[in-house]
C-alpha cells in the first residue's frame, strides 16, 4: 500500500486498491457485508463473487461542473480475481477477518491496529541512535 500524506484520497478503498474497478468492487464488498451485519459465510461470499462475475448494477456520480447525476453502469468481476485481488488483500490487511471454525467472514478492527503497531515500528525506528 502506497499512499502520498500530502493527497490522501477521503475514500479508504482509494488509498487500499489499485484501480478504479477494485475500489468500486471492494465498496460494493463492504456494503454486502453490512446487509448481512457485517458477517458473511462462505456460501454467501461465493454467491456474491459469482453475482460480480455474472454482473451486476451499480450506481455512479457523475459531475460535470456544478452538476451531478447518477449513472447506473454495470460491473463485471472475474471470480478468481475478485478472491485473489480483493478479499484476500482484505484478509490480509485485516479489514476482514476468518473464523476458520465458523467458516465465516466478518468485518474487523485489525486494519487499525496494525497501522498503528507500524507507527509504533517507525517511531522505533526514529529513536534508534544513529550509527553508520
Known amino acids: 500500500m502506497l499512499f502520498d500524506q500530502y493527497n490522501l484520497p477521503n475514500d479508504i478503498f482509494e488509498v487500499v486498491f489499485a484501480t478504479e ?7 460494493l464488498l463492504f456494503e454486502e457485508f453490512k446487509a448481512h451485519g457485517g458477517e458473511m459465510g462462505k456460501t454467501e461470499m461465493s454467491l456474491f463473487a459469482t453475482k460480480l462475475h455474472e454482473g451486476t448494477v451499480v450506481e455512479t456520480e ?7 447525476r ?38 474487523s478492527d485489525g486494519f487499525n491496529k496494525t497501522l498503528q503497531k507500524v507507527g509504533v515500528m ?3 525506528e526514529l529513536s534508534k541512535k544513529q550509527g553508520f
Open 21 to 27: 474497478q477494485q475500489v468500486q468492487v471492494g465498496r
Open 62 to 68: 457523475e459531475v460535470h461542473g456544478p452538476v451531478k
Open 70 to 107: 447518477k449513472i447506473q453502469t454495470k460491473i463485471s468481476y472475474n471470480k478468481r480475481q475478485f478472491y485473489d485481488r480483493i478479499l484476500t488483500p482484505m484478509k490480509a490487511m485485516g479489514l476482514i477477518g476468518y473464523d476458520l471454525y465458523k467458516k465465516r467472514y466478518k468485518l
Open 122 to 124: 517507525w517511531m522505533h
